[in-house]
Structure formats: C-alpha cells, structure tokens
C-alpha cells in the first residue's frame, strides 16, 4: 500500500479545509458544518465569484480564494463533486446584492450539482450566473464529461473574471469576461505515474515503468494515448502540437503560458519543460506575456505535468495584471 501523510481517509478533506483556514486566519473562515472556504471580508460590495470541486486539485480551489480571484470554494469528497446544498450555501454567503457567477469545471456531476444550487439561490432571489470552462483539448467526451474536461485552464478564469468584479463590472460583464477566457484558452496533460485516492488500495491506473500517458484529466483517469516515456522536449512538443492545432494563432500573438505540475513532479522537470515550451512558442511567432511555472490545479501525487495556454488581448493582458493577494497569479 503506498504511504499517505493522513490520519483518517474519512477525514482528509475537512482536515484539509481547517489547515487551510488555519494558514491564512486574517483573510479566510471556513463555515459551520460546510467544507466551504469564503473570504473573511465577504460579502462585498461587487459581483461575487464561487468556484469548486472535488477535493485532491490543491491549491484549487480554496487556494484562490482572497482579493482579484474568488470570494468562495467549495470542496467535495476527493475527485467527487461538492453538493447543491454546500454551493448554495455559499453562494448565500458571499451575496453583496451584485449577484453571483459561478465557475464551473466540465465534469457531469459538477455541472448538475452548481446548477441546481444555482436554482436554489434564484428561488430566494439572488442573481446569479454560471460558465462552464472546457479547456482540456484531449478528448471531446470522456467517463466524466459530455464534451471537454474543465482542468488547469480554470485558474485563468477564476483569475480574469475576478480582476472584472474587483473592478466594479455588472453579473453579466463579469460573466462576458469569462467566457472571453473560456474560448480562448486551451490545455492538454500527461502523466509518468498515476495518483491513488486515500481510501483506495490501488493507483487509479497502472503504468509501467518505460510507459507514460498523454492526455490525462485531473481525476486520476489514464489518458487517451500510452506510450514509452518519451524525453521532456518531445512530450512539450505533442502536448504544444495539440494545443496550437487546436485554436488559431497568427505571428505576433501575445498569450499567458502555464506549466502545471499535477503534485508529484519536481519545480526542476517544470522548467525544463517551460524551457522547450517557450522555444516552441518563439518558433511560431508567439509571444509569451506572461509565463507562471508551479502547481496550480494537481492530481494528488500524480507525476506529470499539463500545458496551458490563454490566447490574449488587451482587456486579458490588464485583467491578468491587476492586483491579487494569491501569489501564484501576481
């Protein structure tokens, strides 16, 4: 059995969400009976922003709760969907009467369960607004989904969609904005070694050790592609070569590029692959505007590493540049 640093399988998201709370007592709480993190100061005078999922993507997605980004996550059980009431919940929280948009990952069970709260909160008359992000350009249907997988593109939204409501915007510009990320960013993942949730005996797949997998998701489900481990600017090439397939991009183009590791791959194997990355994006004209290198959506201790890029213009560039306290998105 592999070794886990947790007490109790039953326990590790609560006691997750606690030390969580606990490593920033200024600026979050968590709130009574719910694994929901909400910003000490909401509500506020803006638009509101909520987001979440299953537990086991850490930082995402308490770790974007705070000023420029989100005013609450919602946790689920790990890799499980958080439920309507623990949304709703939030969502009532984080209200300042500027209405609530709420950030959806492409996951079934995560669409269905932030609509119906969403439903609730109409019900008692909060306005309130969803997207839904599909950013990963590995497959077009999976076990999780119907269309594409939401995964590391996400933090871009959560990242420009809060710069718009920290800036005053309406529901409606706020969700524009948004949509502007969700249609301009793209990503595609891999993984050398699988994760294994804490109350299961066994990894979520099985990979020898020459084997890798291209176009994983952020569930511990394997990916579209196996094969033997290939050398880190060759992997950078495939997962790239999907990408700019994938969206139209001319010479000139200016985009945010994100190296994600997925929780078990050293900062060392990050930068080498930001190194090729870059090389790649200079070759076809791109211009890289800003560049972050680290864990931003993981897998548990999965090995590997996802690609993401975000398309820009110049409403992007100065949302992507306004003020925030989580210092993975400065």
Known sequence: MKKKLINDPENVVVEMIEGIVKAKPSKLRKLDNYNVVVRKDAPLDKVALVSGGGSGHEPAHAGYVGEGMLDAAVAGDVFTSPTPDAIFEAIKTVNGGKGVLLIVKNYTGDVMNFEMAEDMAVAEGIEVAHVVVNDDVAVEDSLYTTGRRGVAGTIFVHKIAGAKAAAGAELSEVKKAAEKVISNVRTKGMALYPC???????????????????????????????????????????????????????????????????????????????????????????????????????????????????????????????????????
């Open 196 to 330: 294994r949730v804490p109350s299961a005996e066994e990894p979520t797949f099985k990979l020898e050790e020459d084997e890798m997998e291209l176009g994983i998701g952020i569930h511990g489900e394997p990916g579209t592609q196996r094969t033997k481990v290939k050398k880190a600017d060759e992997i950078v090439d495939d997962l790239l070569g999907s990408i700019l397939s994938d969206i139209n991009f001319e010479n000139g183009d200016e985009v945010a590029l994100m190296v994600n590791g997925m929780g078990g791959t050293p900062l060392m194997e990050l930068f080498i692959a930001n190194r090729r990355a870059h090389q790649v994006l200079e070759n076809r004209g791109i211009k890289v505007y800003k560049n972050f290198v680290d864990e931003f959506m993981t897998s548990l201790e999965m090995a590997g590493m996802s690609i993401t890029l975000l398309k820009l213009d110049q409403e992007l560039k100065e949302l992507l540049d306004a003020p925030t306290d989580i210092n993975l998105m400065k």
